[in-house]
């Protein structure tokens, strides 16, 4: 198993009897992509520590159902921007592990040539635009992305991910303003795991219920157990279904968990065991297993066969990340500008 094979958007669910069902494929698809998510993290953190892996490093541990359950919801030609926290979102959309571990390792054969590192993949092959360094600067971009998109007429979205840090940077509300004025086909996700680097919520803000801040720009807006990969999969198909019948943007508060500090140099003094462990409580990927089991979609050996490939898919990428070469000095002065041959008008 090379890469996670993303679900298709239809017939991913279904309404009967005014309840959401969704189908097998979707909830194995969900299952593997979290389960490679969370193991290709595990293992990153652990060359991080040997110092194979260098620079920053924000892993995604305990958030992996805020990717997977957009990731089923949208289509191809649908457009993905992020932080810097960025190793799930392309894994949830196929981009290839190895790819994206030779990236880490600052290798030729990484997703951006071995010169973003961590806080830098990139893959347009699966339309995912980035994850960007800079605090909140992905936030327009993201609004960016859809004006393109509204403007070649394309009938695709862009979703923009942010932390909960991001939210107090000014370009988030102009870039919700402009989204909002100009109806652009964008979902703005608010990954928030309560903490902005080391600094809690209730500590930055008198506003404690994030989506409420769509309210100064008449937004749609709800929170969500983003701990629960079936309710962002439904928030996420909702918001896209009013971006592509022009009714404009969506702020969505995904409400989540990271079990790892914000980077792999943080002590995580600012919150207490006990709070992480009562949070592994409810995690997404042991909440699809149960469900799968339940349902009876597959049997415990189905499900260990699953998890006995993604270790060796991860290993694999360990491996062709080892084996790659450095790019050469030379590569730094390639990829820099772009020949842009027509004018942008705006009608």
């Known amino acids: 198993m090379a890469t996670t094979t993303k679900a298709k958007s239809e017939p991913a669910a279904a309404k009967k009897g005014g309840k959401t069902e969704f189908s097998k494929e979707t909830y194995m698809y969900w299952y593997e992509s979290m389960q490679l998510m969370r193991k290709f993290e595990e293992k990153a953190g652990q060359l991080y520590g040997m110092q194979k892996i260098k620079g920053f490093c924000h892993l995604y541990i305990g958030q992996e159902a805020c990717a997977s359950g957009a990731a ?3 289509r191809k030609g649908d457009k993905w921007i992020t932080a810097y926290r960025d190793h799930g979102h392309p894994l949830a959309l196929g981009t290839a592990p190895k790819a994206i571990m030779a990236e880490l390792y600052g ?5 951006t040539k071995g010169k973003g590192g961590s ?3 990139f893959d347009k092959s699966v339309g995912f635009i980035g994850g960007h360094g800079i605090v909140g600067a992905q936030v327009p971009m993201g609004a960016g992305i859809a004006f393109a998109e509204k403007y070649n007429k394309t009938g695709n979205l862009c979703i923009t991910y942010m932390g909960d840090g991001a939210v107090r940077q000014g370009a988030f509300h102009e870039a919700l303003n402009l989204a909002m004025l100009w109806k652009l086909p964008v979902i703005f996700c608010i990954e928030n795991n309560g903490y902005a680097m080391g600094t809690s919520v209730e500590r930055t803000s008198n ?14 807006a709800e929170p969500v157990n983003a701990m629960d990969v079936e309710a962002v999969h439904i928030a996420v198909a909702n918001a896209a279904e009013r971006a592509r019948a022009g009714e404009g943007p969506t702020l969505l508060e995904l409400r989540t968990y990271r079990y790892k500090g914000h980077s792999m140099s943080d002590p995580q003094k600012y919150r207490s065991k006990e709070e992480v462990e009562q949070y592994k409580q409810r995690d997404p990927v042991e909440a699809v297993r149960k469900t799968i089991l339940e349902k009876k979609l597959a049997t415990e050996k189905e499900l260990e066969d699953i998890d006995n490939k993604i270790v060796q898919t991860v290993e694999e990428s360990v491996k062709f990340a080892e084996e790659s070469n450095f790019p050469d000095p030379s590569e730094a002065l390639t990829d820099v500008y772009v020949q842009q041959d027509y004018p942008f008008v705006m009608d």
Not at 212 to 220: H, I, N, Q, R, S
Request: aromatic share 8%.
């Open 72 to 74: 089923s919801a949208l």
């Open 207 to 220: 506003v404690h219920e994030l989506y409420t801040l769509a309210e100064a720009y008449d937004m749609p």
């Open 119 to 121: 806080m830098h993949i």
């Open 107 to 111: 290798k030729e054969t990484g997703t």
